[in-house]
């Protein structure tokens, strides 16, 4: 076994660990640093796939702001640390589950995967991967040249957002 299929299976078990404690825990705010821990695992498990793009957008997007997101609305909660009440409607969801479950096991075992390969010729699989390794360099020159003043009028547009709700919910003393 390599280094790199110990850190593989480390980060598996450390995602799905984590997202298993995300469902299963009462504390909100607990279950947006569980989520956020996740997260990272996911980013960690791209950067094993040589995915360093997807690894980085992970970080940015989900780690640095739906988990921060999501963190805003957990402290902002009144009643955070006793959790959502329970509800009847457990065992329907368990059910609903189930039985999605069944539904992609069986399209998983029922799928003839011989179909899915693509026939290539040489110069159509080198054209393919030349295209596939240029496109985050050029998303990146996008984001970074042409749409950065767009790209930074959103950002603070969300902050503007984030600080309005914030005000909007804070409570008043007399």
């Known amino acids: 076994m390599t280094a790199q299929d110990i850190f593989f299976w480390a980060l598996a078990g450390a995602s799905i660990g984590t997202a298993v404690a995300v469902v299963m825990t009462k504390n909100i705010f607990r279950a947006a640093v569980l989520l956020a821990t996740c997260f ?17 957008v ?13 963190a805003f609305a957990a402290l902002l909660t009144r009643d ?40 290539l010729s040489a110069e159509s699989l080198a054209k393919a991967r030349e295209v596939l ?3 985050p360099m050029w998303l990146a020159g996008l984001l970074l040249n042409q749409w950065a003043l767009p790209f930074e009028v959103a950002s603070v547009l969300l902050l503007a957002a984030i600080i309005g709700a914030l005000v909007l919910v804070r409570e008043r003393h007399p």
């Open 80 to 119: 955070a640390e006793s959790g959502n009440l329970s509800n009847r409607l457990w065992a329907p969801a368990l059910v609903g589950a189930g039985l999605f479950l069944a539904f992609l096991v069986v399209v998983v075992l029922r799928t003839d995967w011989s179909l899915m390969e693509l026939t």
């Open 133 to 135: 390794a240029a496109t």
């Open 58 to 70: 992970q970080v940015l997007i989900y780690v640095g702001a739906i988990s921060v997101l999501l």
């Open 40 to 56: 990272l695992s996911i980013a960690g498990l791209f950067a094993l796939m040589h995915a360093d793009f997807l690894a980085v």
